[in-house]
């Protein structure tokens, strides 16, 4: 089972390929098979964005739940996926 | 007790004083005491009153249906039944307005914190500005 990341990005916003480029670097480290993760651009998904709560790109949600609004660094991402991907390890052998 | 003259109502409220005496005349305002030379006297409970009146009016509520509003809230635990209703489906409108105007802040704040966390201008407006034009 797979989680699900989606990285909140927007026009003028200079942070967002340094995140992006974050995320792409723990996928391949961690597994792309295990995280589906795409980016949404919040022109686009506005709607989506305010239901999530986003208030600042980049904005990262896993799950459909935001974990980080601003920046995060690659350690504090990493452990978020992390946990995550453990979870969900230990429900599939439940 | 402290009492105002209409004219300090006027600057309160920013209601005209024929609407003063309109809302006087059609029972929005219990008639307001007078001065032996006939000028109005108006308390703070009319106030309380007129800023409610106000309120209502920016929810579009009618005039009727805030003159059954106000003998609730005059004495709630007598109101009709009917008036109690009303009560009811007008605070599940206000709650469903707040419920948007929540939305549309939230929003407004997101918006706002692109355009400052941008450098040059506020590409994000200019963007959804961009998307109407025809072409």
New interface residues.
């Given amino acids: 089972m797979s989680i699900k990341v989606e990285v909140f990005s927007s026009p003028g916003c200079s942070k967002c390929g340094h995140a992006k480029e974050a995320l792409r670097k723990l996928v391949d480290e961690l597994g792309g098979d295990k995280i589906d993760w795409r980016e949404v651009n919040i022109l686009d998904e506005l709607d989506y964005a305010v239901e999530l709560g986003v208030l600042s790109t980049p904005a990262i949600a896993i799950n459909g739940e935001l974990l980080f609004s601003g920046l995060p660094s690659v350690r504090k991402l990493r452990a978020a996926l992390e946990t995550r991907l453990g979870v969900d390890a230990k429900r599939e052998q439940a | 007790m402290k009492l105002y003259r209409i004219g300090d109502i006027t600057n309160l409220t920013g209601l005209s004083a024929d609407t003063l005496r309109y809302y006087e005349k059609i029972g929005l305002l219990p008639r307001v005491s007078r001065t032996a030379s006939g000028i109005r006297q108006y308390q703070e409970r009319d106030i309380s009153r007129l800023r409610f009146i106000q309120r209502a009016q920016k929810m579009n509520f009618s005039l009727a249906e805030i003159g059954d509003l106000l003998q609730m809230r005059e004495d709630p635990q007598h109101a009709r039944d009917e008036i109690r209703e009303l009560t009811r489906n007008k605070l599940a409108e206000v709650e469903k307005q707040l419920k948007e105007l929540d939305?549309l802040r939230?929003?407004l704040?997101?918006l706002v914190?692109?355009c400052r966390?941008?450098s040059?201008g506020c590409?994000?407006i200019e963007?959804?500005d961009g998307?109407d034009q025809p072409g």
């Fill in positions: 939305t939230k929003e704040r997101l914190n692109l966390g941008s040059d590409p994000i963007n959804i998307a």
